[in-house]
């Protein structure tokens, strides 16, 4: 084989390899392997057993044998003994390991050992309590969740949507744990109960109010935390201490009949009795101490025993029954935390589960007493609030409108409404948020979803999924399409607002809920009938969109995102389960799909034909599963309670181009934001040739001292070409003496491509500094296109290789 044809071989089994790698599920470590367990599962159940019915039975009777291991090989421990014994190793593995704790499975093994201790039937087949060691009781939690979610996809019927979705939500609610950090969740608790009038329904439907409710759990939550950090620091302390000796003994060895050394007898016993407090009195760490959350709280211990009754578990069923709702993603400890022992002593089953069950409780239990309309009346503004509040300040230079009432068509009237100021019809919008030429519609859905809802009962999954998100679109499109046809709205002040300027419309629904699980797979609920392709909002959680605004840098950053996280192929390539994976994702890599290349030149056919590599590229990519990408976040935010300094996850882009949309942010001239956008949005190559570009320039203006340009097109796959002009004024220009002909060059050119958006840089004479940024968004009716002005370029003179938005792959530059 000759050398050319060599290369070229190897070249093919790279891109092969490769393409097989992304083949595979992206996640944390093992989960590849994990996957092919599932898989392997799945062919024997369906091989041995009568259809997919059958098959679903025969997972059933699996998971039934697995409580019954769980039941033995807890060895007749106590579920608090156990449970944390489980728990500890779990910590343990992940220090050592890196094997991820899963909540789930400590869940399943909790609700088991609930059951056996409520039953009178003795468990037979227990080995020696003397041998018991938490690893069995975890396996078999982890194979029963794994078993679990083939049974979903068994009793699914193939191609339907809306199944489709009822699964991915069960399997969230199943799997998914803290997908808010405790202090924001925290400051939402108090925020929610925060007001009088809601706090004295509270007493008097539940006993206590809802703040009494958050301190309580939010204490029951920290107790046990603190409990086992003291014992591991312990721990850590007492083998620091032994060290020094154990080494001498080691390197000089000991006379037997010598006296041993007091201190190293200490340090010896001090470690041993150290991982005894670890290991065997776990539990004592983990009991509720009614009169220690009476002190950590300032409340009354009758109050403490009232939130810690109103939030033990307390269930009839059995072990059949209770995993049944468990899998079916109606958790009993959801709303349900802590688990109690015959002797009356009580634990939180994990840290997890104490903040997210107070709202829905408090909600459940003033929705059956018939009195929600105080609290509702307050939840809806406070969420709206917040949410605008945390836009607000991530957008700088927004001009934001809030509870915005205003006129449209009512369709009922006797003759058509054609123009704004005939309009009769008040309708109100959340917010609005107008930032350069990008208007961003806010709706706000506080709605909750109930248990029949979470536990994959269709109708009600789908109820609430229209009223959440359907009523958001919905009602967003309603102010979209009066911004785009008729450039202003008609206040119900009497003011009209002027909106011509707006060139881009994005809708944020937010809500209380977190539906990730969800929301994260657009296709899925355009197939359901949950949305429509033409009005696709960001559905995003309160605490999501806290965590998003807390890490952009650049308020072009979250337009970006908007872009491609409404975009049905985008998340159709990314399947995720946590809205804040596919964001990391978009910090690290773009989060961007390959857009067809054969369109894009059919949209510009003067533009060279796409390159080989980028149809094997739109041609091969496939789905892939997201992996869990949120440790530098929890890195961050932890970073002060563990004493650790972790950089703030930031959007990885070339440095000099980062620095160019700085400069262009703080300017905030007329096109700015949209400017930025084009420029974040590209590949790793294009950012590095535009970050030196005007340098590039600059080199031949000090050749002949006259000003010099190049332009540029930037190719969007939605048809939103932006057209980029680069120059550095000459030796003795002024940058007001070249915008007065780049002005309509800029124009000119704009009409001559037919670019939607046109901007143009004007640097100094040595390419450092930022002078000036014109900008033209100005509409063109494509059925009378004028003629380009004389002087101009054909366009087959331009540049034909079109640069494209992309994914940055290696390092941050």
């Known amino acids: 084989m000759s050398g050319k044809r060599h290369k070229a071989h190897r070249a093919r089994q790279k891109r ?99 059951c056996r201790d409520r039953s009178t039937e003795p468990v037979v087949g227990q080995p020696d309590p003397s041998r018991f060691t938490p690893d069995p009781l975890e396996a078999a939690a982890r194979e029963a969740l794994s078993v679990s979610s083939l049974i979903g996809i068994f009793e699914s019927p193939p191609g339907d949507a809306e199944q489709a979705v009822v699964f991915r939500s069960v399997q969230r609610e199943v799997n998914l744990r803290n997908p808010v950090y405790p202090h924001m969740l925290l400051d939402t608790l108090q925020g929610l109960f925060g007001d009088e009038k809601v706090n004295d329904i509270c007493r008097e439907v539940l006993g206590f109010t809802g703040l009494e409710a958050v301190h309580v759990m939010e204490a029951v939550r920290t107790a046990p935390l603190s409990a086992i950090r003291q014992r591991f620091s312990r721990m850590e302390e007492a083998r620091d201490a032994s060290l020094p000796y154990l080494k001498a003994f080691r390197r000089e060895g000991r006379d037997p009949t010598s006296e041993p050394d007091p201190k190293a007898v200490h340090a010896v016993q001090e470690m041993f009795d150290a991982v005894n407090d670890l290991t065997k009195n776990l539990s004592e760490a983990t009991l509720i101490d009614v009169s220690a959350i009476a002190s950590l709280t300032g409340y009354e211990p009758a109050v403490v025993e009232a939130v810690l009754d109103t939030f033990t578990l307390d269930s009839a069923l059995g072990p059949d029954e209770t995993l049944e709702r468990f899998f079916n993603g109606d958790n009993p400890l959801r709303t349900a935390p802590i688990v109690g022992d015959p002797a009356g002593r009580r634990m939180l089953v994990h840290d997890s589960l104490a903040l997210p069950a107070v709202r829905e409780v408090i909600e459940t239990r003033l929705k059956a007493a018939d009195r929600m309309t105080a609290y509702e009346d307050h939840r809806g503004p406070w969420v709206e609030k917040a949410a605008i509040d945390l836009l607000e300040r991530a957008l700088p230079h927004a001009r934001v409108y809030r509870s915005l009432n205003y006129f449209v068509p009512d369709p009922r009237a006797a003759q ?28 706000v859905k506080s709605v909750s979803l109930t248990g029949e809802a979470r536990r994959g009962v269709a109708r009600r999954l789908r ?117 804040l994976d596919l964001f990391m994702l978009f910090l690290e890599a773009h989060f961007y799909f390959e857009p067809d290349p054969a369109r894009l030149n059919a949209d510009l056919p003067w533009s060279l034909a796409p390159r080989i590599g980028e149809q094997r590229r739109y041609r091969e990519q496939v789905p892939q599963v997201v992996e869990s990408r949120t440790g530098p976040l ?87 070409h932006m057209l980029l002009v680069w120059a550095c004024i000459g030796r003795r220009e002024r940058p007001a003496e070249a915008a007065e002909y780049l002005t309509p060059y800029l124009k000119a050119k704009k009409i001559q491509t037919g670019a939607y958006r046109a901007a143009c840089l004007i640097f100094d004479s040595r390419g450092q500094t930022l002078q000036q940024l014109l900008y033209d968004n100005t509409q063109v009716d494509r059925e009378t296109v004028p003629e380009p002005e004389p002087g101009l370029f054909p366009l087959e003179r331009m540049s034909r290789r079109i640069p494209r938005p992309g994914r940055i792959r290696g390092p941050k530059r």
């Open 16 to 114: 092969a390899k490769a393409q097989r790698q992304r083949a595979l599920p992206h996640a944390v470590p093992g989960v590849a392997i994990e996957m092919a367990v599932i898989a392997d599962r799945f062919a024997q159940y369906v091989e041995n057993s009568d259809g997919y019915l059958g098959a679903a039975e025969a997972a059933r009777q699996r998971l039934r044998e697995l409580a019954q291991t769980i039941a033995q090989q807890a060895c007749g421990f106590d579920l608090l003994k156990a449970v944390s014994a489980v728990r500890i190793g779990m910590i343990m593995k992940q220090g050592g390991h890196g094997v991820e704790p899963s909540a789930a499975a400590l869940e399943v093994i909790a609700l088991v050992l609930a």
């Open 416 to 443: 058509p409404q054609l123009e704004p100021a005939d309009f009769t019809k008040r309708v109100e919008a959340d917010g609005l948020l107008v930032i350069d030429d990008v208007a961003l519609i806010i709706e």
């Open 463 to 579: 109820g609430k999924l229209r009223d959440i998100i359907t009523s958001a679109a919905d009602q967003a499109d309603r102010l979209r399409d009066r911004i785009l046809t008729d450039r202003r709205l008609r206040l119900d002040n009497g003011a009209w607002l002027d909106l011509s300027g707006v060139r881009e419309v994005h809708t944020i629904a937010v809500g209380l809920e977190d539906l990730s699980g969800v929301t994260t797979t657009i296709p899925a609920l355009l197939a359901a009938g949950v949305l429509r392709r033409d009005n696709i909002p960001w559905t995003v959680s309160i605490h999501d969109l806290r965590v998003v605004c807390e890490l952009l840098d650049r308020p072009s950053e979250l337009i970006l995102y908007l872009r491609r996280r409404t975009q049905p192929e985008t998340t159709w390539k990314y399947r995720a389960v946590d809205e």
């Open 634 to 720: 929890d890195a961050w935010y932890y970073a002060g309670e563990d004493g650790t300094n972790a950089a703030k996850p930031r959007y990885n882009a070339n440095d000099a181009i980062l620095r160019l949309v700085d400069a262009i942010t703080d300017a905030a001239e007329p096109g700015w934001l949209t400017t930025c956008v084009a420029l974040l949005s590209l590949n790793g190559a294009a950012q590095r040739k535009f970050g030196r570009l005007a340098k590039d320039l600059a080199k031949v203006v000090r050749q002949d001292g006259q000003h010099h340009s190049t332009t540029t097109l930037l190719g969007d796959d939605t048809g939103r």
